[in-house]
């Protein structure tokens, strides 16, 4: 029994419909809540559904015979709306399949859904898959402490997640505080055999939420902020499946991660809707912001900053040697302040950080200080456009006492020039820096390659509408733009680029992946392809293009733009005879697109409002924070509301 209905779904059945039991399969677009079983009553929302649409068949007293006719056609159309409405299954169930999970566990409403689905859509004796979860977890120390030789401990204040987060455990550094221990154990066999069959008014009194106090050893010295956890799931049998092996002995499955809770001390407990970690006693640091989370991944990446450290020290070196008596550094960007503590040790006179982030700007100015550099270093809390090197007209000094002859910047996302920094360098070169200044880096190439990211058959089934999940290279890797950092007046002029391609794999091209290196200088270079070993900071980025299919050997065009602020991808064929199947996909979506911008006009007078008023903005941030901790006390989804919370505190 399928209750979520994507067009995705549409096309997967329409690809499957030659499949054993495919004429068996009925999708309902219909939240679960909204699907009642016929013959039994209605549930709340369902009844709401048919009255709203029976206003519609009530035919008029007055009016003409067109008026009556017009009514009548109306009715109908009424009618069809009530059986669609209504999502009534002919009976009850006899088995309940679900993978309603995500790393969070329960984060996606699981349990309220086995609940509903177990008092109002199955019978009793109904069979459940899973039948059971456990949910594993682990003490760890996951913090910054020491990154390239200099003490960055500030930014632990701002690692926290108004929720569950995310997380990799083979690829964010942490250090194991005590042994794997069972945190959760949830029975969802006996969950459904409890309720099955019993209407919701004469649920039998069962207390499924409760309070743990668990007693976990420590096995190693250190600091713990934080608990790890993964889920294991029994689907029948001894058959199983796990998100984590902390023995690395077990077959790991992708589709969840594991996942993290920040706090400063250990207790479990678990509700309907998430599970939450508490602290015992309460938790006394208060959470007033947060920083966005690939900063931890930048300053922990050792390639990164082994490279940037080595062109630096390098430019300071060939300013001396060349008799610059006076190095002044222009950091962009500065975030923590790694590049401009780097500067610094390698022997500039002194470093101008440019943050725009007041979290970040703050943890870059403690860095300095507890680093030893604060007599040289000085860190902006601007836009670098905002900054200056003249005297205002008031008599306030200028941000810069001159401008910089050495300029360090790693303003750049997986598509390269996203966060402006072709524009950021255009204004630094116009106002900031010297005839001279050196840049590190000095360019970036950027290559893109055609590719087929699409899922193919599942257990013999045609998935290939389903979740893009893998890649295929279909063609060559092929530069499409150079940017020479010194050239800003070129960069900043719109180009476009036409590369003519040979296919060397069969294959539906659906989508473009990029990515770029960068010169450091003439000796130093740093790689985002996915044929090179890189490190956590940057990665590959893709996008989806009109489907063409590929033979090897034909050829076609790939046509890059850039308008200086992103790049764009497009497909062109040899030939108008060229395959070029039908898209059955759609790539626009007009209800989200409604919906977005009606979100967008809530967000904009939200903003508006908080801005003028202070106090309005701290009421709106400590709402912000309930939101994101206890999103299912309110009815919300959980992704969305720790999303919200963390813009808010960014």
Same mark, same amino acid.
């Given at each position: 029994?399928?209750?979520?209905?994507?067009?995705?779904?549409?096309?997967?059945?329409?690809?499957?419909?030659?499949? $054993?039991?495919?004429? *068996? +399969?009925?999708?309902?677009?219909?939240?679960? &809540?909204?699907?009642? /079983?016929? @013959?039994? !009553? #209605?549930?709340?929302?369902?009844?709401?559904?048919?009255?709203?649409?029976?206003?519609?068949?009530?035919?008029?007293?007055?009016?003409?015979?067109?008026?009556?006719?017009?009514?009548?056609?109306?009715?109908?159309?009424?009618?069809?709306?009530?059986?669609?409405?209504?999502?009534?299954?002919?009976?009850?169930?006899?088995?309940?399949?679900?993978?309603?999970?995500?790393?969070?566990?329960?984060?996606?409403?699981?349990?309220?859904?086995?609940?509903?689905?177990?008092?109002?859509?199955?019978?009793?004796?109904?069979?459940?898959? $899973?039948?059971?979860? *456990? +949910?594993?977890?682990?003490?760890?120390?996951? &913090?910054?402490?020491? /990154?390239? @030789?200099? !003490? #960055?401990?500030?930014?632990?204040?701002?690692?926290?997640?108004?929720?569950?987060?995310k997380i990799d455990l083979c690829r964010v550094p942490h250090k194991k505080l005590s042994g794997t221990f069972t945190a959760i154990d949830i029975d969802v066999q006996q969950r459904v055999d409890s309720l099955s069959g019993f209407p919701e008014a004469h649920l039998p009194e069962i207390l499924w939420e409760s309070d743990n106090t668990l007693?976990?050893?420590?096995?190693?010295?250190?600091?713990?902020?934080?608990?790890?956890?993964?889920?294991?799931?029994?689907?029948?049998?001894?058959?199983?499946?796990?998100?984590?092996?902390?023995?690395?002995?077990?077959?790991?499955?992708?589709?969840?991660?594991?996942?993290?809770?920040?706090?400063?001390?250990?207790?479990?407990?678990?509700?309907?809707?998430?599970?939450?970690?508490?602290?015992?006693?309460?938790?006394?640091?208060?959470?007033?912001?947060?920083?966005?989370?690939?900063?931890?991944?930048?300053?922990?990446?050792?390639?990164?900053?082994?490279?940037?450290?080595?062109?630096?020290?390098?430019?300071?070196?060939?300013?001396?040697?060349?008799?610059?008596?006076?190095?002044?550094?222009?950091?962009?960007?500065?975030?923590?302040?790694?590049?401009?503590?780097?500067?610094?040790?390698?022997?500039?006179?002194?470093?101008?950080?440019?943050?725009?982030?007041?979290?970040?700007?703050?943890?870059?100015?403690?860095?300095?200080?507890?680093?030893?550099?604060?007599?040289?270093?000085?860190?902006?809390?601007?836009?670098?456009?905002?900054?200056?090197?003249?005297?205002?007209?008031?008599?306030?000094?200028?941000?810069?006492?001159?401008?910089?002859?050495?300029?360090?910047?790693?303003?750049?996302?997986?598509?390269?020039?996203?966060?402006?920094?072709?524009?950021?360098?255009?204004?630094?070169?116009?106002?900031?820096?010297?005839?001279?200044?050196?840049?590190?880096?000095?360019?970036?190439?950027?290559?893109?390659?055609?590719?087929?990211?699409?899922?193919?058959?599942?257990?013999?089934?045609?998935?290939?509408?389903?979740?893009?999940?893998?890649?295929?290279?279909?063609?060559?890797?092929?530069?499409?733009?150079?940017?020479?950092?010194?050239?800003?007046?070129?960069?900043?002029?719109?180009?476009?680029?036409?590369?003519?391609?040979?296919?060397?794999?069969?294959?539906?091209?659906?989508?473009?992946?990029?990515?770029?290196?960068?010169?450091?200088?003439?000796?130093?270079?740093?790689?985002?392809?996915?044929?090179?070993?890189?490190?956590?900071?940057?990665?590959?980025?893709?996008?989806?293009?009109?489907?063409?299919?590929?033979?090897?050997?034909?050829?076609?065009?790939?046509?890059?733009?850039?308008?200086?602020?992103?790049?764009?991808?497009?497909?062109?064929?040899?030939?108008?005879?060229?395959?070029?199947?039908?898209?059955?996909?759609?790539?626009?979506?007009?209800?989200?697109?409604?919906?977005?911008?009606?979100?967008?006009?809530?967000?904009?007078?939200?903003?508006?409002?908080?801005?003028?008023?202070?106090?309005?903005?701290?009421?709106?941030?400590?709402?912000?924070?309930?939101?994101?901790?206890?999103?299912?006390?309110?009815?919300?989804?959980?992704?969305?509301?720790?999303?919200?919370?963390?813009?808010?505190?960014?």
């Amino acid at each position: 029994m399928s209750v979520h209905l994507t067009v995705a779904n549409k096309h997967v059945l329409a690809a499957n419909v030659d499949s $054993p039991g495919a004429a *068996r +399969v009925h999708l309902i677009d219909r939240p679960l &809540r909204c699907i009642g /079983v016929q @013959g039994e !009553d #209605l549930p709340p929302d369902v009844q709401r559904s048919l009255d709203e649409a029976a206003k519609h068949q009530a035919s008029p007293e007055e009016g003409d015979e067109s008026t009556r006719t017009s009514s009548s056609s109306k009715s109908a159309v009424a009618a069809a709306e009530i059986s669609d409405a209504a999502a009534l299954l002919p009976e009850r169930a006899d088995v309940l399949v679900t993978d309603l999970l995500d790393h969070r566990v329960l984060g996606m409403g699981l349990l309220s859904a086995v609940d509903y689905a177990s008092s109002r859509l199955l019978k009793r004796g109904a069979r459940v898959v $899973p039948t059971h979860i *456990r +949910v594993s977890a682990m003490l760890v120390e996951m &913090r910054i402490t020491q /990154v390239s @030789g200099f !003490d #960055l401990l500030g930014l632990n204040r701002y690692r926290w997640n108004p929720g569950n987060e995310k997380i990799d455990l083979c690829r964010v550094p942490h250090k194991k505080l005590s042994g794997t221990f069972t945190a959760i154990d949830i029975d969802v066999q006996q969950r459904v055999d409890s309720l099955s069959g019993f209407p919701e008014a004469h649920l039998p009194e069962i207390l499924w939420e409760s309070d743990n106090t668990l007693k976990v050893l420590a096995t190693c010295t250190g600091r713990w902020n934080a608990v790890v956890f993964w889920f294991t799931l029994n689907t029948h049998g001894d058959n199983s499946v796990t998100t984590w092996s902390d023995s690395g002995t077990a077959e790991v499955c992708t589709s969840w991660q594991q996942c993290v809770q920040y706090l400063d001390e250990t207790p479990v407990t678990k509700d309907t809707g998430q599970l939450h970690f508490a602290a015992e006693p309460g938790a006394k640091r208060p959470r007033h912001a947060w920083v966005p989370r690939w900063h931890f991944d930048m300053v922990l990446d050792e390639q990164r900053n082994v490279a940037y450290e080595k062109a630096i020290a390098r430019a300071i070196e060939i300013k001396r040697a060349l008799g610059c008596k006076d190095v002044s550094v222009l950091d962009i960007g500065a975030g923590s302040g790694l590049l401009s503590l780097m500067a610094a040790r390698a022997g500039a006179d002194r470093v101008t950080g440019a943050e725009v982030g007041q979290h970040m700007c703050d943890v870059a100015a403690e860095a300095v200080v507890m680093n030893g550099y604060a007599a040289k270093c000085l860190m902006i809390n601007k836009d670098v456009r905002r900054i200056d090197v003249a005297a205002k007209a008031d008599g306030t000094p200028p941000d810069m006492e001159q401008k910089a002859n050495l300029c360090v910047f790693e303003v750049f996302d997986s598509g390269l020039i996203g966060e402006g920094v072709l524009h950021l360098m255009a204004w630094a070169q116009a106002r900031l820096l010297t005839p001279d200044c050196t840049l590190v880096p000095m360019a970036a190439m950027v290559y893109c390659q055609p590719i087929q990211m699409r899922t193919g058959r599942v257990l013999g089934f045609d998935m290939a509408q389903a979740n893009q999940s893998q890649w295929k290279a279909l063609g060559p890797v092929t530069e499409v733009f150079a940017f020479d950092f010194y050239e800003a007046e070129a960069n900043m002029q719109v180009a476009e680029v036409s590369v003519r391609l040979t296919a060397h794999s069969q294959g539906v091209c659906n989508a473009i992946a990029f990515w770029f290196s960068l010169h450091l200088d003439e000796e130093t270079e740093l790689h985002t392809s996915p044929y090179e070993e890189k490190g956590n900071t940057w990665q590959q980025a893709v996008q989806w293009v009109e489907e063409m299919s590929v033979v090897p050997g034909q050829r076609f065009s790939v046509v890059a733009k850039h308008d200086t602020y992103g790049l764009s991808f497009t497909l062109q064929p040899e030939s108008s005879s060229d395959n070029v199947p039908e898209r059955s996909v759609p790539l626009w979506d007009p209800l989200w697109k409604a919906t977005f911008e009606e979100l967008g006009k809530i967000n904009e007078n939200l903003s508006k409002g908080t801005v003028q008023n202070p106090l309005e903005f701290r009421a709106t941030a400590l709402a912000a924070v309930q939101i994101g901790s206890r999103p299912h006390d309110l009815g919300l989804d959980a992704e969305q509301a720790a999303a919200f919370c963390t813009r808010y505190m960014s």
